[in-house]
């Protein structure tokens, strides 16, 4: 979406030309469809660099997961090492 030109308003359907091949070769179907969404007007190419950009971006927030998760585990040991009173203390606070 590099140009204004490709771009529409809102709620407005793009309409774009699909060609599609038929069995005999070398004849070509064209007919209109109508399209709608935020990724109509990307190129392949450039959904492609998306799909791997959003899947590098869930890769690392995946591994941040784990690491958070090992991080309270290891906290919570070290509670119950030093000082198990306080997890027990939780349980008698909790409002009913």
Do not use: C, W
């Not at 585990?73 to 606070?93: C, G, H, M, W, Y």
Request: net charge negative; charged share 30%.
């Amino acid at each position: 979406m590099s140009s204004v030109e490709n771009q529409h308003p809102i709620g407005t359907p793009a309409v774009k030309e699909i060609k599609v091949r038929d069995s005999t070769p070398g004849k070509i179907q064209v007919r209109d469809s109508v399209e709608s969404g935020p990724y109509t007007q990307l190129t392949q190419e450039e959904l492609i660099t998306l799909v791997v950009k959003q899947q590098t971006d869930l890769s690392k927030k995946d591994a941040k997961i784990v690491e958070l998760e090992e991080y309270i585990d290891n906290l919570l040991v070290r509670v119950i090492e030093e000082k198990p009173a306080i997890l027990q203390s939780l349980n008698f606070t909790k409002p009913v």
